[in-house]
């Protein structure tokens, strides 16, 4: 059911960015997140440069994202109990030490064991910058009907980043030494993380335990949030698929050169959606955007293996690019109305890192597949995972309606606004 009400005004960009206190988290989150998307685009080529294997340099960059993606709720639950600069402060600090430990060995011509015991701390000790700029958003616009935008806008953001990181890193590693990709990832994640924790006024509050507190609640305990990572596993496979099999397949046609522009293109379809979602004023439900974007991207999916030309596969993932952003966005919003406030920097970074451990899968089976059977068979992973992920959707989409349906009010902007609640 969905209540409906009045106002005089659209929530968009505009209204979102003048919210008072945000640009104080804004840019320097803007900032420490950069670093994000040059690792490991930074260890593959440092370690091919000294190794001459692509498989090694995969394989480190594999146990990166995985470490990643395991510990990175850990430290979601740690910032939610504890407060996100007690867990940046000494996060970052490790993680500059593990990279340049990790960026020391490769140097060093050390075994491959040792890289891979290197990358272990390295990933997980990822600040998760993302998220706590997501948590910050949700303590800021608690149920107001701007969270779809900031959702939108954090998407975007993402993007971008991605966009920028590895371009950044490999012009640092081809142009200036194998190891300055590493060496400013390193040198960033300090300098941009220990700004963003000085931003300690915008922070979630941390709500301490007493002897009449519900007991804290782990985000992973909220069965929406399990619907939701797996989900966004399907997402991550995605990402994963398709960067290991547009690389096989420009390859194949004899234009390497293809695969930057054919990924470039999926990811503007990304950021577009992205900036579209933001700018719409949405009437229906996030579960049901959620459900209808993630039921175009596995339909868009589903064509991409039995694409052969350049000109058809971009403009198939162009469309599959434009089908991500409107599902990610959907589930980012949901975790505010399912999950409580104490455990929501946490339910983030569950979902980041199902994103980040279903594109470490995705990268190594189709890596896999590409090899045996060429580029098309790469591209059956991001229909595999889409489409396990949209049944596991369908299934239990019971499981993602609000904790608290009903009449929701905007807090802080003055007015009423439509918000449906299916």
């Not at 594999?62 to 939610?80: E, I, N, R």
């Not at 935008?149 to 998407?155: H, L, P």
């Not at 030309?309 to 469309?319: M, R, T």
């Amino acid at each position: 059911m969905a209540s409906t009400v009045t106002t005089g005004k659209r929530p968009g960009y505009g209204q979102l960015l003048r919210t008072p206190g945000v640009w104080t988290f804004l840019l320097p989150g803007f900032a420490a997140r950069q670093p994000f998307a040059m690792l490991t685009i930074g260890i593959v080529l440092l370690v091919q440069h000294t190794t001459g294997s692509y498989g090694s340099a995969g394989a480190v960059a594999a146990v990166t994202g995985v470490s990643m993606a395991l510990f990175a709720p850990q430290s979601g639950k740690l910032a939610d109990r504890f407060g996100q600069r007690a867990v940046l402060l000494p996060g970052v600090l490790v993680h500059a030490a593990s990279v340049a430990a990790l960026t020391s060995l490769a140097l060093a011509d050390a075994p491959l064991w040792a890289l891979f015991a290197a990358a272990v701390p390295a990933g997980a000790s990822v600040p998760q910058i993302g998220p706590m700029v997501r948590a910050r958003w949700a303590a800021k616009l608690e149920r107001s009907p701007l969270m779809p935008t900031a959702a939108a806008f954090e998407s975007v953001t993402d993007e971008f980043t991605f966009v920028v990181g590895p371009v950044l890193a490999t012009a640092l590693c081809t142009g200036v030494h194998p190891a300055a990709g590493l060496i400013a990832e390193a040198a960033l994640t300090l300098a941009g993380g220990l700004l963003f924790a000085a931003q300690s006024r915008t922070q979630p509050a941390v709500r301490p335990l007493t002897a009449d507190s519900a007991p804290r609640v782990s985000a992973l305990s909220v069965p929406g949030v399990r619907v939701l990572a797996v989900a966004f596993l399907g997402i991550g496979s995605v990402f994963g698929g398709m960067q290991v099999s547009l690389t096989a397949f420009s390859e194949e046609i004899g234009n390497p050169g293809a695969n930057g522009l054919l990924y470039g293109v999926f990811a503007a379809g990304n950021m577009l959606a992205g900036i579209a979602c933001g700018a719409i004023a949405w009437k229906s439900s996030p579960r049901r955007r959620m459900i209808i974007g993630y039921t175009g991207l596995t339909l868009a999916a589903s064509l991409l293996w039995s694409v052969h030309s350049v000109a058809l596969l971009g403009g198939l993932g162009l469309i599959v690019g434009l089908c991500i952003a409107p599902a990610l966005i959907s589930g980012y919003t949901l975790v505010e109305p399912l999950v409580p406030a104490t455990a929501r920097t946490e339910a983030f970074t569950w979902l980041t890192g199902a994103v980040a451990l279903g594109q470490a899968a995705a990268v190594t089976v189709a890596g896999q597949l590409a090899d045996a059977h060429g580029a098309s068979a790469g591209f059956v992973v991001p229909l595999a995972g889409t489409a396990l992920a949209l049944v596991t959707l369908l299934a239990l989409r019971s499981r993602l309606a609000p904790r608290n349906p009903g009449r929701i009010m905007a807090r802080g902007v003055g007015h009423r606004v439509p918000v449906a609640v299916d």
